[in-house]
């Protein structure tokens, strides 16, 4: 079993809909959680840390359900600049060291 | 943007030659990444460095050697390239580390090909 799974779509999404993807984790321990954002044949960008009480940045959405080992993003009103590949990334040591996900395809259709 | 550079973006190589990647920050971070990213997978931890002359091995660092002599510059250097190192190489930079890594900023990338 993977560290981090993730659904790696794609998902089709009309625009103006919403759309959310889940992430799950395997090590019970793990402390820090991000979302990244990865566009085509570009670096991975951070799109959001998740804290335990959940948080939003403008139309997105991240919750974290340590009971389920799980995080989630939530994109409201997408646009198509949306479109991109979401990287969901776990620390689950004390170290340097980050674990990620093979991350979720998102295309926004007009 | 933080000013991580990559040299070279694109190459392509032969089985058995070796392989040096530069990537070089003007952020003055002190933590810094070697990742390979390959479908179907995460982004893999190849190496990492904590300081200059300080570096340790990641997820999947057989095949592959590190080295940082200044703050700003991190070597990569595959000793004898194999067609399964056939990948796109990112460097990332962050500046915490103790009690794990906060955001990580990448370069733009190296796309390697052994043939």
């Known amino acids: 079993r993977k560290e981090v799974e993730q659904d790696p779509g794609p998902f089709n999404v009309p625009e103006g809909a919403t759309v959310a993807f889940n992430c799950t984790y395997s090590?019970?321990?793990?402390?820090?959680f991000f979302w990244y954002r990865q566009d085509c044949r570009k670096e991975p960008k951070l799109l959001m840390s998740?804290?335990?009480?959940?948080n939003e940045d403008g139309r997105f959405t991240a919750q974290l359900n340590r009971a389920s080992q799980y995080i989630s993003l939530l994109i409201r009103d997408s646009k198509l600049s949306d479109s991109a590949t979401y990287l969901c990334v776990v620390n689950v040591k004390s170290n340097y060291q980050l674990i990620w996900g093979a991350g979720t395809k998102l295309i926004i259709k007009p | 943007d933080a000013g991580i550079t990559q040299s070279p973006r694109h190459k392509v190589t032969e089985t058995g030659t070796p392989v040096t990647l530069r990537c070089h920050q003007t952020?003055?971070?002190?933590?810094m990444y070697w990742y390979r990213q390959d479908p179907g997978h995460g982004l893999r931890l190849i190496h990492y460095?904590?300081?200059?002359?300080?570096?340790d091995k990641g997820e999947v660092s057989d095949g592959y050697s590190v080295s940082r002599s200044k703050t700003e510059d991190f070597l990569l250097t595959l000793e004898s390239a194999t067609s399964s190192q056939t990948s796109v190489y990112f460097c990332a930079i962050s500046e915490s580390g103790a009690g794990g890594p906060g955001e990580q900023y990448f370069g733009p990338g190296t796309r390697l090909t052994v043939t």
């Open positions: 952020e003055n971070h002190r933590y």
């Open positions: 998740v804290y335990s009480s959940g």
């Open positions: 090590n019970s321990a793990s402390q820090s």
């Open positions: 460095s904590y300081g200059v002359k300080d570096t």
